[in-house]
């Protein structure tokens, strides 16, 4: 069935879950930690592909569900039945589960996958195996981003911690750092002018996060670093070395996201309901960030955004459970809203021309952006028991030589477990699958300027 924006939605029904059982696991295995050393090494519980490719979410598809795809049913041996192989490569590929903590950040470097939780560690993990871990000594791990061999960290405690691999052993993370540097900390602290004044009449380093820092993001061909945090600053850092080049007051509440655009551009979205771009601007070996424009402004709190850094658009996510655009090509221009949550978007990802929303009410929707703006919802993915805190995608390794391009989608959630999800630009084929009724679709939204 499709949408009436045009799109094709997936979704999933509880009562269908027990019309018959899915496709078997492999067994899960389960640790339980009792030390910091012993809990890096210990298997976690992990459940791997089955060897046959679901179209649906991570529930059974309908298809698997069907009276006529039972053993028992003479059409399951009907030469002219459809072979699974025929079926688009998307669905669940399998969960980690780490019994520690609710997982709240992700990142992902090639085959290797960075998680952060509340329990303070940081899991690396490799095909869904548990492959190497770091802990810090304090502060929630809020975000994750990777830089070359480099790994930086946001705390709930307000640092920001700088890890990098041992070109020994892949698996040895060494922490080299936080940012600001203990040599910049003490060349700044003994200028008064490098305070600045903040609530009850505290006084703190400009160059200093003096509340959690909810997020990060990076310009790699800049070799810049950009923090935002609770305490309502963006701050931009050098990655060369670590020294903080600005510290803005962006918003009147806490800063929740921050994306680096394209053409110089960076988005900043808070508590305060707007988002807002900055322009960069080269000043000798320095930067210089101007405000440009606010985008938006709401009474819901901006939780999330996301670049689309080849098609030029930025998405940001809501506690009201929308998701809003804006394109370059129309000057920024709000190009419309993209409805399919009930509670709110919690984070966001893209990949190609497809663009991963992952919120509150458990599930991810997956949207396809096609000519004039157009967004269709291919699909809503479904598995989580909690609230899907974070998102990371990378390009599938495997080609099917058609020019479609996969990609391998990682959900974190507040359930404790990360799902691995295999995913194509190609909407599912009517013909050989039974598609339920759609929960949401998209709606253009009249023009807003802020």
């Not at 800049?222 to 990655?239: A, E, F, H, M, P």
Request: glycine share 8%; net charge positive; hydrophobic share 35%.
């Amino acid at each position: 069935m499709r949408n009436e924006g045009g799109g094709v939605v997936l979704a999933e029904r509880e009562r269908e879950r027990n019309v018959f059982p899915r496709a078997k696991l492999s067994a899960i295995l389960r640790s339980d930690c009792k030390n910091d050393e012993d809990e890096m090494n210990r298997p976690s519980n992990a459940s791997v592909e089955s060897g046959v490719t679901h179209p649906s979410s991570g529930e059974s598809s309908p298809l698997v569900m069907s009276p006529w795809n039972h053993p028992s049913s003479p059409f399951s041996k009907s030469p002219w039945r459809n072979s699974p192989k025929t079926l688009p490569a998307n669905g669940l590929i399998g969960s980690m589960v780490r019994e520690e903590g609710h997982v709240y950040s992700l990142a992902a470097a090639g085959n290797l996958l960075y998680t952060g939780s509340d329990s303070k560690n940081i899991r690396v993990w490799k095909n869904l195996k548990p492959y190497s871990g770091f802990k810090s000594n304090s502060g929630l791990v809020k975000a994750i981003v990777i830089s070359g061999e480099k790994i930086f960290t946001g705390h709930q405690d307000g640092k920001i911690r700088v890890w990098r691999i041992s070109p020994k052993n892949p698996r040895i993370h060494k922490r080299i750092g936080s940012l600001p540097t203990f040599k910049d900390f003490l060349k700044s602290s003994m200028n008064p002018k490098n305070y600045v004044k903040v609530r009850r009449k505290r006084t703190v380093l400009r160059i200093k996060h003096f509340d959690a820092v909810s997020c990060l993001s990076l310009d790699q061909d800049q070799g810049l670093l950009y923090s935002g945090s609770w305490d309502k600053t963006l701050k931009v850092w050098r990655i060369s070395d670590s020294k903080c080049l600005e510290s803005i007051r962006a918003h009147d509440d806490a800063i929740n996201a921050v994306a680096a655009g394209f053409e110089g551009l960076v988005f900043t979205g808070s508590a305060d309901g707007t988002v807002k771009v900055w322009r960069r601007q080269l000043q000798g070996k320095g930067t210089k960030h101007f405000f440009l424009q606010t985008s938006l402004t709401q009474e819901s709190a901006v939780t999330s955004l996301a670049v689309n850094v080849d098609s030029a658009v930025i998405y940001c996510g809501s506690s009201d459970g929308l998701v809003n655009f804006w394109e370059r090509e129309k000057h920024l221009i709000h190009g419309g809203v993209l409805r399919g949550h009930k509670h709110a978007v919690l984070c966001l990802a893209t990949a190609g021309n497809l663009l991963f929303s992952g919120s509150a009410d458990k599930s991810i929707c997956v949207w396809k952006r096609e000519g004039g703006g157009v967004h269709v919802c291919l699909s809503v993915l479904t598995g989580h028991t909690g609230p899907v805190k974070c998102l990371a995608v990378e390009e599938y390794q495997e080609s099917s030589g058609k020019g479609d391009k996969k990609w391998i989608l990682y959900s974190g959630s507040l359930d404790k477990s990360v799902k691995v999800w295999r995913m194509s630009e190609q909407a599912p084929d009517l013909h050989q699958m039974k598609l339920l009724p759609a929960p949401s679709n998209y709606t253009p939204s009249p023009l807003r300027n802020s």
